[in-house]
């Protein structure tokens, strides 16, 4: 084997990012102004609007502000100060303020997922993102690490990053198939066109083996999500999504079934709810991974897609720093892989609670959630999303 290009001091030296989503993309906007050369492919025949909403907590608030795209974000969705716990009857169990918790917790806001997606693509120059781009394989083990595209295309950097998500070929290329474990929990999403009589909130109410997630992104618009108990891989048709779901959540408080209703039928995206026990490394050679390809977590912490953004900021940060790319993508997994896999376990833990069918466990948890000082939710709340990437 030849020498690895990757020993040597790379500082304005090609980047290859697999995968186009929010962490691809905040990870090549932050190699591009590190000054790396930098190229995303992504499979994809455009950047479309997929998917639904999400929370974009302080933390990532704080990641893409140090990509300088903060003001732009805040164009999109009301940031939200409160959080709460319900049960299936409209009564509120317990919750957080996060005004009283100080300025490390905001802002905080739900946003279109596309929306993110939309700042993040703008802000990268034309020509570094090229679509219909098929990743097959990646060689780790050449001179330096190459990228098989299924056009028979090949291309070759100092630097390779699988960012493409949860079925990543990046990650099977380096470790091969890893397990994938099912929550025992499905989960529907959708924006409805609905104005909820409050916003800068979001909640989790929980009933038998299922929960809802009401969460208005502004005056006009609501995003919400529906997970419960179902088998793995159970079809349905998608066409009568909003009917099933006005049955199983019919006389819920927190105006639940109106928010259902508001929905366009062909809207409403249902997915399963797994992830993957978490990796104790993510790279090999000069090839890493970062975000879903790297830590796919449940997303009962909201966590998901920031992460994903925190990686790109501090993978920027250590190549910048590092002398060589091993040892940057040496300091990336040190500061990176603690947090993630604490973030992917948490989130894990919570899905079993909200599983439970049985009556006892169900009131137990209740109580928790009503008897739970406010002290403890901070403190517990608190190194999730007062995480500062850096600069």
Same mark, same amino acid.
């Given at each position: 084997?030849?020498?690895?290009?990757?020993?040597?001091?790379?500082?304005?030296?090609?980047?290859?990012?697999? /995968?186009? /989503?929010?962490?691809?993309?905040?990870?090549?906007?932050?190699? $591009?102004?590190?000054?790396?050369?930098?190229?995303?492919?992504? &499979?994809?025949?455009?950047?479309?609007?997929?998917?639904?909403?999400? =929370?974009?907590?302080?933390?990532?608030?704080?990641?893409?502000?140090?990509?300088?795209?903060?003001?732009?974000?805040? &164009? *999109?969705?009301?940031?939200? $100060?409160?959080?709460?716990?319900?049960?299936?009857?409209?009564?509120? %169990?317990?919750?957080?303020?996060?005004?009283? @918790?100080? #300025?490390?917790?905001?802002?905080?806001?739900?946003?279109?997922?596309?929306?993110?997606? &939309?700042?993040?693509?703008?802000? %990268? #120059?034309?020509?570094?993102?090229?679509?219909?781009?098929?990743?097959?394989?990646?060689? *780790?083990?050449?001179?330096?690490?190459?990228? $098989? %595209?299924?056009?028979?295309?090949?291309?070759?950097?100092? %630097?390779?990053?699988?960012?493409?998500?949860?079925?990543?070929?990046?990650?099977?290329?380096?470790?091969?198939?890893?397990?994938?474990?099912?929550?025992?929990?499905?989960?529907?999403?959708?924006?409805?066109?609905?104005?909820? &009589?409050?916003?800068?909130?979001?909640?989790?109410?929980?009933?038998?083996?299922?929960?809802?997630?009401?969460? +208005?992104?502004?005056?006009?618009?609501?995003? @919400? @999500?529906?997970?419960?108990?179902?088998?793995?891989?159970?079809?349905?048709?998608?066409?009568?999504?909003?009917?099933?779901?006005?049955?199983?959540?019919?006389?819920?408080?927190?105006?639940?079934?109106?928010?259902?209703? =508001?929905?366009? +039928?062909?809207?409403?995206?249902?997915?399963?709810?797994?992830?993957?026990?978490?990796?104790?490394? @993510?790279?090999?050679?000069?090839?890493?991974?970062?975000?879903?390809?790297? $830590?796919?977590?449940? +997303?009962?912490?909201?966590?998901?897609?920031?992460?994903?953004?925190?990686?790109?900021?501090?993978?920027?940060?250590?190549?910048?720093?590092?002398?060589?790319? !091993?040892?940057?993508?040496?300091?990336?997994?040190?500061?990176?892989?603690?947090?993630?896999?604490? !973030?992917?376990?948490?989130?894990?833990?919570?899905?079993?609670?909200?599983?439970?069918?049985? #009556? *006892? !466990?169900?009131?137990?948890?209740?109580?928790? *959630?009503?008897?739970?000082?406010?002290?403890?939710?901070?403190?517990?709340?608190?190194?999730?999303?007062?995480?500062?990437?850096?600069?």
């Amino acid at each position: 084997m030849g020498r690895w290009l990757s020993d040597q001091p790379v500082k304005n030296g090609s980047v290859i990012i697999v /995968g186009g /989503g929010i962490g691809g993309l905040a990870a090549g906007l932050a190699l $591009h102004r590190t000054g790396f050369e930098v190229r995303v492919v992504e &499979r994809a025949p455009v950047i479309s609007e997929v998917g639904a909403g999400l =929370a974009v907590f302080s933390n990532a608030y704080r990641a893409i502000a140090a990509l300088g795209e903060a003001g732009k974000l805040d &164009r *999109f969705g009301t940031p939200f $100060h409160r959080g709460l716990f319900g049960r299936p009857d409209g009564k509120v %169990l317990g919750g957080m303020d996060l005004r009283k @918790w100080g #300025p490390g917790f905001m802002p905080s806001r739900i946003v279109r997922r596309a929306d993110l997606q &939309r700042v993040l693509l703008e802000a %990268l #120059p034309a020509g570094i993102v090229e679509t219909g781009a098929e990743t097959t394989d990646v060689d *780790f083990a050449a001179a330096r690490p190459t990228v $098989h %595209l299924a056009d028979g295309r090949r291309f070759s950097a100092d %630097l390779v990053v699988g960012a493409d998500g949860f079925r990543s070929v990046v990650r099977k290329s380096l470790w091969g198939e890893t397990p994938v474990r099912y929550s025992g929990q499905t989960c529907y999403r959708a924006i409805a066109n609905f104005s909820a &009589r409050e916003t800068g909130w979001l909640g989790e109410i929980q009933g038998r083996g299922i929960r809802f997630g009401p969460c +208005p992104i502004d005056a006009t618009r609501t995003y @919400w @999500w529906a997970a419960m108990n179902a088998p793995q891989s159970d079809r349905d048709d998608p066409m009568k999504r909003r009917e099933l779901l006005m049955a199983r959540y019919a006389g819920w408080g927190f105006e639940i079934p109106e928010m259902i209703a =508001a929905a366009s +039928p062909d809207s409403i995206l249902r997915n399963d709810l797994v992830d993957r026990p978490p990796l104790p490394r @993510w790279s090999r050679g000069a090839v890493t991974l970062l975000g879903d390809a790297a $830590h796919p977590m449940l +997303p009962n912490l909201g966590q998901g897609a920031c992460s994903a953004i925190e990686d790109g900021v501090v993978l920027a940060r250590c190549l910048r720093k590092a002398p060589t790319v !091993l040892q940057a993508l040496a300091a990336y997994e040190t500061e990176r892989i603690p947090r993630t896999t604490r !973030l992917t376990n948490k989130s894990w833990q919570f899905g079993i609670l909200a599983r439970w069918t049985n #009556p *006892f !466990l169900i009131r137990l948890r209740e109580l928790a *959630f009503a008897l739970t000082p406010d002290s403890v939710l901070r403190r517990e709340f608190s190194w999730q999303v007062e995480y500062d990437a850096g600069e």
